[in-house]
């Protein structure tokens, strides 16, 4: 069973090497990964947020631009992933004060080889991981959780929806 599963995963050769997929016969096609997680904070970070008080400044300004920024890095900072011409890229920050977290959403467009699912998530990890470091005087104790992909479409695999 391990045998059959280590053919089936493309990031391996024949000899079990780690390889970058070759994606040069792959058809261009539209493609789009929406990915989401939140960060769980004190009522004291989470008032701190919405009232924009807290010293470092804008918080959820500041993870907007980080998320983007990280989705255009993604390929140097996740060692098999290709770079990928992107077409759009959007971070959403929601504060849910009455569940205690910021949820952050990252949908990520582009017309291309491969998909853009690993900059989706890349997004919303380094927006949360931005919340944290802009808001750790007032909360250590945040947590980050349920980072996961939450839809993709085009490419061969298909669609997914979580």
Do not use: W
Not at 33 to 38: L, N, T
Not at 58 to 69: E, P
Not at 90 to 110: H, Q, S, W
């Amino acid at each position: 069973m391990a045998e059959e599963q280590v053919q089936k995963l493309t990031h391996f050769d024949e000899a079990g090497d780690a390889i970058m997929v070759d994606v040069s016969d792959k058809q261009v096609t539209e493609r789009r990964a929406e990915a989401v997680g939140r960060i769980r904070v004190s009522p004291e970070a989470m008032e701190a947020v919405m009232a924009g008080t807290v010293k470092k400044g804008d918080v959820l300004g500041v993870a907007r631009v980080a998320g983007i920024m990280a989705v255009k890095r993604t390929a140097e900072l996740i060692p098999l992933c290709h770079l990928l011409p992107l077409d759009s890229c959007r971070i959403d920050l929601k504060e849910v004060p009455e569940k205690g977290y910021i949820e952050a959403t990252c949908v990520v467009r582009n017309h291309g080889k491969t998909g853009v699912e690993m900059e989706a998530l890349t997004g919303v990890s380094v927006a949360l991981l931005t919340i944290y470091d802009m808001c750790k005087a007032i909360d250590k104790r945040m947590v980050i959780e349920e980072i996961h992909l939450a839809e993709k479409t085009g490419g061969k695999s298909g669609d997914f929806h979580f």
